[in-house]
């Protein structure tokens, strides 16, 4: 199958004022988004995530390397008309009412006039500002701003959702209704594009993930295979009488008759569970501890070595 977007060995420097050194902000990144998933894009401020993505949309050129979107070379324009977009600090006509912004979209992307009122009442509904569309901008908070700017990257029903840091400044009701609208788009089909830096939202809807590192991709794939199935630790949730002590794990808090021991092997489970009673405990949980995309993250985070600056000519 065609990817819907294709980056082949993309590379992107800058130079500051008056410089001859050049700064990398991406280093021969190559991936791949599949029709119809929701691909993840995660790394810090400043490792490179927005330039990919105007790179992607034809904004900004890269040194060296190719983009495709459809299968087609991504400079052509036409192809835009199938990609809605969502910057992370999105300028807004803040005199313009929420409905009049939706509508002046509709219109760049030549909707008729009985379709772009059902687009604008629907996408209004869905965002949930139904109420709030007769409302200029400038009275929007930052959540609604983020909101309206969400559904004006859906105005032109696109193919592909490109979003910068959809989540940013969101309560965690307008995170979980996000959520919500980038699953719908998959189960209707779409294929979404999203950066972040807030990985629990990334591991409940993504299909696969990048991990962008100083403008490296460090890591790419589903959860699943990203992440270690090894456990490192248990923890054993107990109500016990008295303060016996427990012959084997470590004792992590207590509080009143609750105790939370830490396991670290599979061994002092099994013998730590099997003679709870003669110690006068009751079992409550045991949780395995994981590896976490955090976890993954930070690791990869805390062993990249700072980028370099090479000299330009």
């Known amino acids: 199958m065609t990817p819907v977007l294709e980056l082949?060995?993309?590379?992107?420097?800058?130079?500051?004022?008056?410089?001859?050194?050049?700064?990398?902000?991406?280093?021969?990144?190559?991936?791949?988004?599949?029709?119809?998933?929701?691909?993840?894009?995660?790394?810090?401020?400043?490792?490179?995530?927005?330039?990919?993505?105007?790179?992607?949309?034809?904004?900004?050129?890269?040194?060296?390397?190719?983009?495709?979107?459809?299968?087609?070379?991504?400079?052509?324009?036409?192809?835009?008309?199938?990609?809605?977009?969502?910057?992370?600090?999105?300028?807004?006509?803040?005199?313009?009412?929420g409905a009049e912004f939706l509508d002046f979209h509709a219109r760049l992307f030549g909707v008729a006039a009985g379709e772009r009122r059902r687009r604008v009442a629907a996408l209004l509904e869905r965002v949930g500002l139904r109420n709030r569309g007769d409302r200029q901008l400038r009275h929007y908070s930052k959540g609604m701003l983020q909101r309206i700017g969400l559904a004006q990257a859906l105005i032109n029903d696109p193919d592909l959702v490109i979003l910068d840091e959809p989540m940013s400044g969101l309560d965690p009701i307008g995170r979980r209704e996000v959520r919500d609208i980038i699953l719908d788009l998959k189960a209707r089909g779409r294929t979404v594009f999203f950066s972040t830096h807030i990985l629990s939202d990334t591991e409940m809807i993504c299909d696969r993930v990048g991990m962008l590192v100083r403008g490296t991709l460090k890591a790419v794939g589903t959860i699943d295979d990203l992440l270690s199935r090894e456990v490192p630790f248990w923890e054993v949730a107990l109500r016990a009488a008295g303060d016996g002590a427990l012959p084997c794990g470590r004792v992590v808090s207590r509080r009143e008759d609750r105790i939370l021991v830490r396991v670290e092997s599979r061994q002092d489970l099994h013998r730590l569970l099997s003679i709870l009673n003669g110690h006068g405990a009751t079992l409550i949980s045991v949780t395995p501890a994981r590896q976490s995309l955090e976890d993954l993250f930070l690791r990869e985070s805390r062993g990249a070595s700072p980028r370099a600056a090479q000299e330009g000519a």
Request: no cysteine; glycine share 12%; proline share 4%.
């Open 8 to 97: 082949a060995g993309i590379s992107k420097s800058y130079r500051t004022h008056l410089s001859f050194r050049k700064y990398w902000i991406l280093r021969d990144l190559s991936l791949a988004v599949r029709e119809g998933e929701v691909f993840g894009f995660i790394g810090t401020n400043g490792a490179g995530k927005t330039t990919t993505i105007k790179l992607a949309l034809g904004l900004i050129f890269p040194d060296g390397g190719s983009i495709r979107l459809f299968g087609q070379d991504a400079r052509r324009p036409a192809l835009r008309s199938r990609v809605g977009f969502l910057p992370e600090n999105p300028y807004l006509y803040d005199y313009l009412t």
